[in-house]
Every structure is written in structure tokens, then in C-alpha cells.
């Protein structure tokens, strides 16, 4: 079975642009999670969805941050205008859930390395 | 507020000696699940393990085993006769069940394991 498919796996650009990045996960995974890590930092929850509605962005840095769930098989984390501080990897994840309070384990992507210059 | 504390920052150990990873969390809540994740220098994140607060059993798979201790709030990771391969960043992480379901992980700084052939 495929797991989380994030692309692109590496992105540099300069301060100011606009950055996309996205995410495929799990087929019939109902939960959808987009993390960043940074040395400084370790491991944040930025958002995560359910049933492609957002239940909690509080992680989400600032309004130059954003995240879409259009349909049940694809996300978006979108970065206008980047920074060099949002340099950092971003993963994405998604779980099962079975039922409510299930936690059921999250599977990650390999990741997205971003560099903003 | 929901912690997570891995002291050890990095170890060293020698191919086929054991070696425990700690971890410590904190919570007020009653119900809640622990995971351990593995993140190898390729850079992905490993699912290793989930541990609901109401199982204290320990659990072994193949040379891997953790010890689950309510009563210290802990949750260590052994592994036994090490191999290269287990070279990598062991991350711990809880998740507790608010009334919302929460999904939310909240990650341990990681402990970076080296095994030395």
C-alpha cells in the first residue's frame, strides 16, 4: 500500500515568494496532520483535518500560513510570503479513526526540506 | 498542559550492547495513548509503537521492547543487542483524548541513538 506522498521532497527559494506545498495521504485515512521541524523547535502540530474539515489550526505560525483540504485525498500548506525563519521540514500524516477516541497511529510522509533564502 | 521529556539528547553505544531510551510525559488527563517514532538519517518518521493509558503491560517485538510505568510516567524504550541499523532519532509522544477527540501529539525532543560497528 502507498504511504503519505508528500512532494516536492525539496524546495529552496527566496524570501517573499510564495510556497505550496502538498500532500496525499493514506487511501481511507480519515485524519490529516501537517507538522513542522526545526532543530530549535523539535516536532509542532501546525493543523490537522477531519473528514477534510480543519479542527485545530492553533499551531499555525501566523496569517502567512495556510492550509486547504479540498477532497479526501489531497492538502495543501501554502506559505505567502515566505520567510528564512519558516525554513524548516514540513511533514504531513494521517491516521484512521475508527472511532473518536481511537488515536489511532499516525503514518508520516518522508517530508518536504524548505529553504527560503 | 501535556509534556513530553527525553532527557537524553544523544547516546553512544557498541553494536550488540542494549540500550534504553527514556522518556517521561506529564498530564492531567486519565485516558491517553504513548507512541514511540523512529526518524533514520534518510529523515522519515517510523511508527514504532502505540500504548493506551489503561495497558501497563510491557510489550516485545523481536529486539525491541518498552516498559510502560504509570506510577513514574514513563515510557522507555530497550533495545536489545544493537545493530547499526538502529542508528537513528527515537522520538516519544503522547496524546491525550479531549473532549474534542483530540489527535494532537505532542512529541518529546528526540534522543539521536548512534550504534558504533
Known amino acids: 500500500d502507498a504511504g503519505v506522498i508528500q512532494s516536492p521532497r525539496h524546495e529552496v527559494t527566496e524570501m517573499g515568494q510564495e510556497v505550496t506545498l502538498r500532500c496525499k495521504p493514506i487511501s481511507g485515512h480519515d485524519y490529516l496532520f501537517w507538522y513542522r521541524q526545526t532543530m530549535m523547535r523539535g516536532l509542532e502540530l501546525l493543523i490537522y483535518f477531519n473528514n477534510n474539515v480543519p479542527i485545530d489550526d492553533s499551531g499555525m505560525p501566523e496569517d502567512r500560513f495556510s492550509a486547504k483540504m479540498p477532497n479526501a485525498s489531497f492538502s495543501t500548506l501554502k506559505i505567502q510570503p515566505s520567510e528564512p525563519r519558516d525554513s524548516a521540514v514540513y511533514f504531513c500524516?494521517?491516521?484512521?479513526?475508527?472511532?473518536?477516541?481511537?488515536?489511532?497511529?499516525?503514518?508520516f510522509g518522508d517530508g518536504t526540506r524548505l529553504s527560503i533564502l | 498542559a501535556q509534556k513530553v521529556t527525553q532527557a537524553q539528547t544523544e547516546i553512544s553505544v557498541v553494536e550488540k550492547e542494549d540500550v534504553t531510551l527514556d522518556c517521561v510525559y506529564e498530564t492531567r488527563d486519565t485516558t491517553y495513548y504513548l507512541f514511540w517514532y523512529k526518524q533514520p538519517p534518510s529523515g522519515e518518521l517510523v511508527f514504532l509503537i502505540r500504548r493506551n493509558s489503561f495497558d501497563e503491560q510491557n510489550e516485545i517485538s523481536g529486539r525491541y521492547s518498552w516498559n510502560f510505568q504509570k506510577s513514574t510516567s514513563s515510557f522507555n524504550f530497550t533495545i536489545t543487542a544493537s545493530q547499526v541499523v538502529d542508528s537513528a532519532v527515537y522520538f516519544c509522544a503522547l496524546s491525550e483524548i479531549s473532549g474534542a477527540g483530540s489527535y494532537q501529539l505532542t512529541f518529546g525532543k528526540g534522543t539521536k541513538l548512534s550504534v558504533i560497528p
Open positions: 500524516a494521517s491516521a484512521q479513526g475508527e472511532h473518536r477516541y481511537s488515536n489511532q497511529p499516525q503514518h
